[in-house]
Nanobody, 115 residues
Framework: VQLQASGGGLVQPGGSLRLSCAASGAPLDYYAIGWFRQAPGKEREGVLCISNNDGTTNYADSVKGRFTISRDNAKNTVYLQMNSLKPEDTAVYYC?????????WGQGTQVTVSS
């Protein structure tokens, strides 16, 4: 499966962005989907993910109440809605799809939160 992330950009603190992760080559129905991010000089951090069976979501404490993940299997796309953005959310965001022991990564999309 190939993943294409998009939607990053520059936003002011308190603003919103929606990232998209479009898949091709295989339906996402059977994959757990998630997002990681990596800020300059920091390790990659798991942000949130959604399961492929019952839609269970898991969020990092740092984004709870602000970020939402959703999936549209008909469009083979996963979305990351980010609200109330903070400067510390600045990072390159990567989407991934996981099935069993295999993980597929999209290219990153830069999110910069700055006034």
């Amino acid at each position: 499966v190939q993943l294409q992330a998009s939607g990053g950009g520059l936003v002011q603190p308190g603003g919103s962005l929606r990232l998209s992760c479009a898949a091709s080559g295989a339906p996402l129905d059977y994959y757990a989907i998630g997002w990681f991010r990596q800020a300059p000089g920091k390790e990659r951090e798991g942000v949130l993910c959604i399961s492929n069976n019952d839609g269970t979501t898991n969020y990092a404490d740092s984004v709870k109440g602000r970020f939402t993940i959703s999936r549209d299997n008909a469009k083979n796309t996963v979305y990351l809605q980010m609200n109330s953005l903070k400067p510390e959310d600045t990072a390159v965001y990567y989407c991934y799809a996981r099935k069993g022991l295999r993980t597929y990564w999209g290219q990153g999309t830069q999110v910069t939160v700055s006034s």
